[in-house]
């Protein structure tokens, strides 16, 4: 355990004493939800929307929450050091969910595989697990994993996944300017490269490929569906007889699977939450002067 407190950019043990550098919102209001999923936020890089997912993690309450993999880049903090405020301030806030009386389970990915070998273990009341399931209110019984171990690239192929990260990075560095220039020009948040996954045929190929390969494993395995992240491409759909969810990313699309508490499942794309939160804002003087 001492491994996981001393891990060389972010100190675990002191988290909860610590104030974080962006005020937690005031918990009145939030929306509850029986389960949240989110995974491949990429805390240590720059292209994690690290105040999104503040916004999200500060208007949004559960029982249980899934860490779905990939929540920190080991990857490209070996590589450089990058580590804001902000990044301290999502850690912060799912230690202290954890505290709250919350069921944190975190299921390590590719990216921050070190953290595997604790599987079994727990830190901060969160559990680490190399895979979960998890019955839902309507008694479904749903396999929770990343999704690195259906990727053949990832699996036999390492030194090409590191490429495909360096040439993503980049991709990721222009989706931030692009998105600075719309903030400037007063436009919402959008995703440069969400937008060319969808009309690459490879790609949108490869995601379809994936779900049915994992539906496949979740089948054999004798459950009703799956949950995974990995592929940074949030889905709900039923192959096969098997529900399939993907919770997305919070680097590209920003978006997170959430049960309602009579099971019912759905996709909230945060970006576009914001966009609808602060129309209204801005309707509420039109409104009061009506």
């Known amino acids: 355990m001492g491994t996981i407190t001393r891990f060389p950019f ?21 929306r509850q939800y029986r389960t949240i ?18 916004d999200f993690l500060d208007h949004v309450d559960s029982e249980t929450i899934y860490l779905v993999g990939d929540i920190i880049d080991g990857w490209q903090l070996r590589k450089r050091f990058y580590w804001p405020a902000a990044h301290n301030d999502i850690v912060w806030r799912l230690l202290k969910r954890a505290k709250r009386g919350a069921r ?29 399931i998890h019955t839902t209110a309507d008694g479904r019984r749903l396999l929770v994993l990343h999704g690195d171990e259906f990727d053949a690239i990832t699996l036999s192929h390492r030194w090409l996944a590191h490429v495909g990260d360096a040439a993503y990075t980049a991709v ?3 989706n931030r300017w692009c998105n600075r220039y719309r903030r400037w020009r007063g436009l919402p948040y959008w995703s440069l490269s969400k937008h060319a996954k969808q ?38 759909r039923t192959i096969d007889g098997i529900d399939y969810y993907n919770d997305g990313d919070w680097v590209e699309g920003c978006t997170a699977l959430v049960e309602h508490g009579d099971g019912r499942m759905e996709i909230l794309h945060w970006a576009d939450e914001i966009a609808a939160r602060e129309r209204q804002q801005d309707a509420l003087p039109a409104l009061a002067a009506a």
Request: net charge negative; hydrophobic share 45%; charged share 25%.
């Open 10 to 30: 972010i100190d675990l043990s002191g988290f909860a004493a610590v104030e974080p550098a962006i005020p937690e919102r005031d918990d009145c209001g939030r």
């Open 37 to 54: 999923w989110i995974s491949d936020v990429h805390l240590g890089t720059r292209g994690c929307n690290a105040e999104m997912l503040i």
């Open 104 to 132: 944190v389970v975190y299921i390590p990915g590719n990216h921050d595989e070190i953290f595997r070998q604790f599987s079994g273990l727990n830190f901060g009341g969160v559990e680490i697990k190399r895979q979960a």
């Open 172 to 174: 990721m560095a222009l």
């Open 199 to 236: 009309k690459v045929k490879n790609a949108v190929e490869f995601v379809c490929g994936f779900e049915e390969i994992v539906a496949r494993e979740a089948a054999a395995r004798g459950v009703d569906g799956v949950i995974a992240g990995h592929i940074h491409t949030a889905g709900m």
